[in-house]
């Protein structure tokens, strides 16, 4: 397995060194000695004949939150999904460009599918639970994936429970369709079900959107911890949540990658007008 870091020699104040990606200047220095766990190269995206991503160059350090912000429709999304093939199901699309996980191109001839996605995982948008149990509905992926044995299964689930914050809420009715939670709740046992296979990238396409802020509040809260164990993704439309949750933002317009950088640095000091435009709500 190789390990990118992110050098200091590409960081020098001249830009990426001679031969490195064209990765923006800002990005690169701001990465610097950080582990890079995922990585785009030069990726384009078409859907049929309508192209839908232009030649993103994008560094995912580990165990930590990145976020993607962007205006409605311009392939946060696509892009997120292209991180762990989930667009593979989509019928006449096309991807050009590599993606990286630790070193490895996930769209090379060796890759299975079925590991990749236990590796990446994802979460979406609208909690989608199996109509099971609570309890089948986290030990899922571990039974697919061969994971954890009978006796084992148990425990496997409390931990992920655990790392989800949910045990607490849930501890007394396993048995219980996981379609009698709350919003909130049934997001939470998404995410349960998503890290109990331990993936070393978790992918999360507006998790919070359909939540009431409480809820939003717990899932937030939940990321924040997660991130010590997980290299976290989160596509949010919301501007203050990846003010909140993220070390790092990307900002997409129409496709392309404008700019990427710390969050801090992004939304107080950013490097392009047309960031400064967006995050200060001037147009999106
Ligand atoms: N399944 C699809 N088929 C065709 N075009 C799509 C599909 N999904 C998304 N698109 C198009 O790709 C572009 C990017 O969409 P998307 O990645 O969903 O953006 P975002 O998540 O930033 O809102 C949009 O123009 C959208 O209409
Ligand atoms: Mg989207």
Same mark, same amino acid.
């Given at each position: ?20 990606? +064209? ?13 890079? %766990?995922?990585?785009? $190269?030069?990726?384009?995206? #078409? ?8 030649? =993103? ?12 912000? !962007? ?7 696509? &892009? ?9 199901? =989509?019928? @006449?699309?096309? *991807?050009? !460009? ?6 490895? @191109? ?13 590796? *990446?995982?994802? *979460? ?6 199996? +109509?099971?149990?609570? &309890? ?6 571990? $039974? ?54 331990? +993936? ?13 802020? =409480?809820? /939003? ?6 990321? #924040? ?5 997980? /290299?976290?993704?989160?596509?949010? #439309? ?21 700019? #990427?950088?710390? /969050? ?17 709500? %001037?147009?999106?």
């Amino acid at each position: 397995m190789s390990e990118t870091v992110v050098s200091e020699m590409e960081t020098s104040a001249g830009g990426p060194a001679p031969g490195a990606e +064209p990765t923006s200047a800002a990005a690169v220095s701001s990465l610097a000695g950080r582990k890079i %766990r995922m990585e785009s $190269k030069r990726l384009n995206f #078409h859907y049929g004949p309508k192209q839908a991503l232009w030649d =993103i160059s994008l560094q995912i350090p580990e165990k930590t939150v990145t976020a993607f912000i !962007g205006p409605s429709g311009c392939g946060k999304s696509t &892009f997120l999904r292209c991180l762990n093939r989930m667009n593979d199901i =989509i019928p @006449d699309t096309r *991807v050009e !460009g590599d993606v990286l996980l630790d070193g490895n @191109d996930i769209y090379g001839p060796g890759t299975d599918i079925v590991d990749l996605r236990r590796r *990446v995982g994802m *979460v979406f948008q609208k909690s989608n639970p199996f +109509p099971k149990s609570i &309890f089948e509905n986290v030990a899922y992926g571990l $039974k697919i994936n061969g994971l954890a044995s009978r006796g084992e299964m148990p425990e496997r689930v409390e931990k992920a429970l655990r790392r989800a914050a949910l045990w607490d809420e849930v501890k007394d009715r396993l048995d219980a369709s996981a379609m009698g939670l709350s919003g909130g709740q049934q997001q939470r046992l998404c995410i349960a079900r998503a890290v109990a296979v331990e +993936p070393e990238v978790l992918l999360m396409d507006e998790p919070c959107s359909a939540l009431d802020p =409480i809820a /939003t509040g717990k899932v937030e809260e939940l990321i #924040h911890e997660l991130q010590r164990e997980f /290299t976290i993704v989160i596509v949010t #439309h919301n501007m203050q949540q990846a003010a909140r949750v993220s070390e790092f933002t990307a900002f997409f317009m129409l496709g392309r990658l404008v700019e #990427h950088d710390r /969050t801090e640095k992004l939304f107080t000091n950013p490097g392009q007008k047309i960031t400064e435009d967006y995050i200060t709500g %001037r147009f999106g």
